[in-house]
């Protein structure tokens, strides 16, 4: 193997075992595009070294390459129709960043002669597994607390990665007894070391508390356990006959263990299938429903890639979330049907090449591949793995694993007469320009991530009343980053805050985002604004429209209702008090039943509630007044037993525009349902 191609080799391996720790994160969410940034320069530094390397023979370019290339170029497709150009590149690039790798993976085990190369990078994939699984356990011990994040932006993403890197990490371990430096190690010490990194992924996976990681983690291991009898079944029939009674008694004591972490943790979860209080199941079940109607309404090339959290909302049936929590349904939507198909059509090429693989030497790291591909998909069927870079990541250092397994074992390919095609060193223009395209995308990203420095600045300064300041952060993030509708938004914000026309930054923040919703209704909320200091400033016809559109954006949303509904109140309009009622409505449906998280109040009920409740005490209806009074109170009272966690959340939020702090004004809230309660007696 050439210096560049052992190079690149240990940048993988090294990328591997740190990807747990530092790519976890789901930039939608966080908007943390610094990670995203410095991978996408590592990548393109690779590149440049595969394409310096000493080059040799090359192999057929293969069914998995072929159709992972065409789902990447109908993505790209999909990106130029997409509604959102800014989450769609930077999805692009991502994407575009992980898929390299495959490629850098599978060219590296091609062209080596060494089968060693696959146990490094199985050894690095379970030691960045450890990395986050000691810790998550050490933590579970000292607070009992069953639902471990790690590193991970939630627990059930942890627990993918736990449920597809557990049968990478038994691969490994029987590579160990294939290594010939073992010899001289004792055999219970050996085993050990074999079998101990598997257990601590397990209780890693289990202190999750994840339904979805553990219908994964059986997937993964079942598959596994097949495709290693299909490999050595009569082996493994000796081997049970000769030591049946050592093999019940470690199973015991691996079940028993076993069964009091999870009795600890998933079973509780488990137990509310069983009742109505399951939150978690019946959100996805909605969510999927939703986003079944979003992939109907374009099945084609989809709202673009990246474009669930700007679409997602106006076919949103409980409330809002960044992602589908099912990767399959999300692929569609973003991308398009065809891109489905083709992801599909990716995972059983490659699971068909490791399933011939298994007759072959290289059998351990088929098996294992396997495996981690079936906890993969299961696990895409309760969430969506594929978005956060880590995961993505492993999916197709697998994808090589199992693409190449075969091509090296089963078809081995003859060397090259050195006489007569002696190695040449050249440069490979693929990897030149994928290079220097990575290269753009990081340089790219990277505006993104001192935009969003920008924004946390304005922030800080409009909270502290600096609103000149606040001002100038907003316009240097506007030009940071260009195509960030959020940057527009925050600059008519300081805009409006020291008395200038704030239109323009409005408008483009809606001409960039278009199905977002909030943007309408920040034109609209300033229009109003406008219109109540100068009637000819203009028109209720355009303000009303404005509503309208982020209504028809949000119509199970209520914030957006809630404003329309004040707008149209102030005009003594009574289409105003439908959309109170509406939003009382939605309380005992699944957008009021099943939050995307229970410690969350949605306190715009209980702002309907006292409109509403005052309206009937004029009406003279105590009785329906009380009962919303009632409803109100409770919220409040469900709010004040969460304010604790939600003033954590809010912190731990800082920065990403997403409001999930205890309401300000809920003192007044309070106070106001209790003076309607006296009135309605």
């Known amino acids: 193997m050439a210096l560049q191609s052992r190079l690149s080799l240990i940048a993988a391996c090294a990328l591997l075992l740190l990807a747990p720790r530092g790519l976890s994160g789901f930039w939608p969410s966080d908007y943390n595009y610094q990670p995203q940034s410095t991978f996408l320069a590592v990548t393109a530094c690779i590149c440049l070294l595969m394409a310096l390397r000493t080059t040799q023979n090359s192999r057929k370019f293969g069914a998995v390459a072929g159709l992972l290339s065409a789902f990447f170029g109908w993505s790209c497709l999909s990106l130029i129709t997409g509604v959102y150009m800014h989450d769609g590149l930077l999805e692009t690039t991502r994407v575009a960043a992980v898929i390299a790798w495959f490629f850098i993976i599978r060219t590296l085990l091609l062209e080596s002669t060494e089968d060693s190369v696959y146990l490094y990078l199985l050894s690095a994939i379970t030691g960045g597994a450890l990395i986050v699984c000691v810790p998550a356990i050490i933590d579970f011990i000292q607070t009992r607390n069953p639902r471990q994040f790690s590193a991970f932006y939630n627990p ?139 992939a109907a309404a374009r099945p084609l090339l989809g709202w673009g890639a990246g474009s669930f959290p700007s679409a997602y909302s106006q076919f949103a049936i409980t409330g809002y979330t960044r992602s589908a929590h099912q990767l399959w349904l999300q692929i569609a939507a973003e991308n398009g049907l065809p891109a489905l198909l083709l992801m599909i059509g990716v995972c059983a090429a490659a699971g068909m090449q490791a399933w011939r693989a298994l007759r072959s030497t290289g059998w351990p790291v088929a098996a294992g591949g396997l495996g981690a591909l079936a906890a993969f998909i299961v696990h895409g069927l309760t969430d969506a793995g594929w978005g956060i870079t880590s995961i993505a990541l492993l999916l197709l250092v697998v994808l090589a694993l199992l693409d190449t397994t075969r091509l090296r074992h ?108 909030a943007h309408s209704r920040n034109v609209a909320e300033y229009l109003a604004a406008l219109q109540a200091k100068d009637s000819k400033s203009t028109t209720p016809q355009n303000i009303r429209q404005l509503f309208d559109r982020a209504v028809a954006l949000e119509p199970n949303e209520t914030k957006s209702r809630l404003a329309r509904a004040r707008w149209l109140l102030s005009r003594n309009d009574p289409q105003g008090w439908k959309d109170l009622e509406y939003i009382a409505h939605l309380a005992s449906q699944p957008y009021g039943k099943y939050p995307a998280v229970m410690d969350i109040v949605n306190l715009d009920f209980a702002r309907a509630y006292i409109q509403l409740a005052e309206h009937t005490l004029r009406n003279n209806q105590k009785e329906k007044a009380r009962s919303l009074i009632e409803r109100g109170l409770q919220d409040v009272a469900r709010a004040r037993t969460h304010e604790a966690r939600q003033r954590q959340m809010a912190e731990e939020m800082v920065g990403t525009g997403i409001n999930v702090g205890p309401a300000r004004d809920l003192g007044e809230l309070e106070l106001n349902l209790n003076d309607l309660k006296e009135h309605a007696e």
């Open 156 to 294: 059930n993403l942890f627990a993918n990665y736990c449920a597809m890197a557990l049968p990478l990490a038994l691969a490994w371990g029987i590579g160990l007894f294939r290594l010939k430096s073992q010899a001289s190690l004792p055999r219970p010490l050996l085993i050990a070391i074999a079998v101990l990194p598997s257990l601590i992924i397990i209780v890693g996976l289990l202190v999750t508390s994840s339904k979805g990681g553990l219908l994964a983690m059986a997937a993964g291991l079942l598959m596994f356990l097949l495709a290693v009898w299909r490999a050595q079944g009569e082996r493994l029939k000796e081997i049970m006959r000769a030591r049946r009674s050592t093999l019940i008694i470690v199973a015991l004591v691996l079940l028993i263990a076993g069964g009091a972490v999870a009795s600890l943790t998933v079973l509780p979860r488990l137990q509310q299938l069983r009742g109505t209080d399951d939150n978690s199941t019946m959100f996805r079940y909605y969510t999927w429903q939703g986003t079944l109607h979003m």
């Open 410 to 517: 089963d078809e081995p390919e003859s060397k090259p007469d050195a006489a007569v095609s002696p190695q040449r060193s050249a440069i490979s223009w693929p990897w030149i320009i994928a290079s220097l395209l990575l290269g753009l995308a990081s340089a790219g990203v990277q505006r993104a991530v001192l935009a969003d420095d920008l924004w946390i600045e304005w922030s800080r300064h409009r909270d502290a009343g600096e609103n000149a300041l606040a001002l100038q952060k907003a316009r240097d993030a506007s030009q940071a980053d260009p195509l960030g509708a959020r940057m527009w938004s925050a600059l008519g914000h300081a805009q409006d805050a020291n008395k200038e026309d704030a239109r323009a930054a409005y408008q483009r923040a809606i001409h960039l985002q278009p199905t977002h919703a």
